[in-house]
């Protein structure tokens, strides 16, 4: 019986091994508040600082502990520049909707620098340029393109034939004033700050409820409730289907590797490209004076591919074109895809009167989470005026998802795939006995399909195949030792414990039934 082979590095992220966080406590007792934000990743904890610093009376909820949910695997880029999204937003949403992307998105870039700035926050911030390249000449069309629409979109970029990678390109559009940070250590030292103001946060506080109302209550896991005038829904993907976004988000996995290499050799600017299977490449530094090159790519649907393989070819391009050393992490990134390219923040629906919502950040979720931080507080702060992008990001907009209603349907139909498909599959196992060591699989147990897991020594774990949000049957990740929902994103341990939303209950526990 074969076993994995071993992937590269450590199965961690560079921002969670670095970083110690002190323990926030558990909600314990029903409370009230003027705000409640779901969620503690770089979108809520940027909106309760942005409501405390305003002298509002804030509740933060958190499912785990804050920082180390998605914002604790991001690769830290905070860029105006986001791959070919604003020849695509001239094309489809006018050159008006564009420039007001531009501001907004350049709006958060600075407002972390002057955060920073204010707190004198320690997070290794650099305000760098930021590229989109074309990595050949069939992609050289493309660039030009995104040069024009962002420089007439209003940032700060323009065509260059030249970078200092140390390998050639066939364009790229620059982007100055941009920058790139340690993510963890921000956003804990904004915590503090927060907490410092009045705000009050609680870490493994699993919302499994919400009602709206005047006033709303939401309701955790253990039975606690915080009562609120307002409720913000942060959570990433929304853990509430009243709104219906899970038809307008895809979710996907992107890989990460990252190694070390001599600070003279490491690209002091951000990068990115869509060929090649997508890479993105920045650098970070290290306590030792060198830095860590972070390498990111290979995409995929949660639940689906191969990414150990993935792992594999992404360290492979890595070593190719950079002199690094030995690959010190490895992790992924989960990003929800919005069918129209704009993220949602604003009202949760259209009848919402109460309920705010941040999410769809297309793999930009740095400077999307604290511009949903400054929006979401004009919306919702008397006496604060909306901001002028206020419209551009609303979730009730029709018109727009009208106009892209193609990617709106391809991405539904690829879930009734999974849905039905998955169902139908032959190539679940009939045996827990079949199931190797360190790997997982669905297995009919009974008549039943069981998520069976079988540890490197052994020991079986048995969960219901079935995800807890919708139904849809999860598959197993190897390479992170997970379960996933191909449908909407959903990640669960192999004990089926929640690792990632919209799910907001554990997979069912079952007897495996093992013979033999």
Not at 33 to 57: H, P, Q, Y
Not at 380 to 401: C, F, H, K, N, V
Not at 445 to 459: E, L, N, Q
């Amino acid at each position: 019986m074969t076993h994995p082979r071993p992937l590269p590095g450590l199965d961690e992220s560079f921002w969670m091994d670095s970083t110690d966080a002190p323990d926030r406590p558990r909600l314990a007792s029903d409370t009230d508040a003027d705000f409640v934000v779901i969620g503690g990743g770089i979108a809520g904890l940027s909106t309760a600082w942005e409501l405390t610093r305003a002298g509002r009376n804030v509740v933060v909820l958190e499912a785990d502990r804050i920082a180390s949910g998605v914002t604790g695997y991001t690769t830290a880029k905070v860029s105006a520049l986001q791959s070919l999204v604003y020849d695509r937003l001239r094309r489809t949403r006018g050159a008006e909707a564009t420039r007001l992307y531009a501001a907004s998105q350049q709006d958060a870039v600075d407002r972390v620098a002057g955060i920073v700035e204010e707190l004198r926050i320690a997070c290794d911030l650099e305000r760098v340029s930021a590229y989109s390249y074309a990595a050949g000449a069939a992609s050289r069309p493309l660039i030009e393109a995104e040069a024009r629409a962002a420089a007439e979109a209003g940032l700060d970029a323009a065509y260059v034939t030249g970078t200092e990678l140390p390998f050639a390109v066939a364009g790229a559009v620059r982007a100055n004033g941009q920058a790139q940070f340690h993510p963890r250590k921000y956003l804990l030292a904004l915590t503090d700050d927060l907490v410092a103001r009045g705000g009050r946060v609680f870490e493994r506080s699993r919302v499994t409820g919400l009602s709206e109302g005047t006033p709303c209550r939401v309701t955790t896991e253990s039975g606690r409730t915080v009562t609120a005038r307002t409720v913000v829904v942060a959570t990433h993907y929304p853990v509430f289907d009243r709104a219906m976004l899970f038809a307008r988000l895809s979710p996907r996995r992107e890989l990460v590797v990252a190694a070390p290499i001599a600070a003279d050799l490491a690209p002091k600017g951000m990068y990115i490209t869509e060929d090649e299977g997508k890479r993105s490449v920045r650098s970070t530094p290290l306590d030792d004076g060198r830095r860590l090159l972070i390498v990111t790519g290979e995409s995929f649907t949660p639940g689906t591919g191969d990414p150990a393989e993935g792992f594999r070819r992404l360290d492979g391009w890595m070593r190719e074109r950079f002199p690094v050393g030995p690959t010190a992490y490895r992790w992924a990134a989960q990003d929800n895809d919005p069918s129209d390219t704009v993220p949602l923040i604003g009202p949760f629906h259209i009848g919402a009167r109460h309920t705010y919502v941040a999410t769809g950040f297309g793999g930009w979720g740095m400077t999307g989470g604290v511009l949903a931080g400054r929006l979401l507080t004009s919306l919702i702060s008397e006496g604060t005026p909306a901001l002028p992008w206020a419209e551009l990001y609303d979730p009730r907009r029709l018109g727009s998802a009208v106009r892209e209603a193609g990617s709106l349907l391809g991405a539904q139909a690829e879930v009734a795939k999974h849905f039905v498909g998955d169902r139908l599959a032959v190539s679940h196992l009939d045996s827990v006995s079949q199931v190797p060591p360190g790997t997982g699989a669905v297995v009919r147990v009974k008549g039943r399909r069981c998520a069976v897991y079988r540890a490197p020594d052994g020991t079986v774990r048995a969960v219901s195949a079935r995800c807890t949000h919708l139904g849809c049957l999860v598959a197993f990740n190897e390479a992170e030792t997970a379960w996933e929902c191909p449908c909407h994103g959903s990640r669960f341990a192999v004990d089926g414990t929640v690792l990632q939303g919209p799910a907001v209950r554990p997979l069912e526990a079952l007897d495996p039934g093992e013979e033999g």
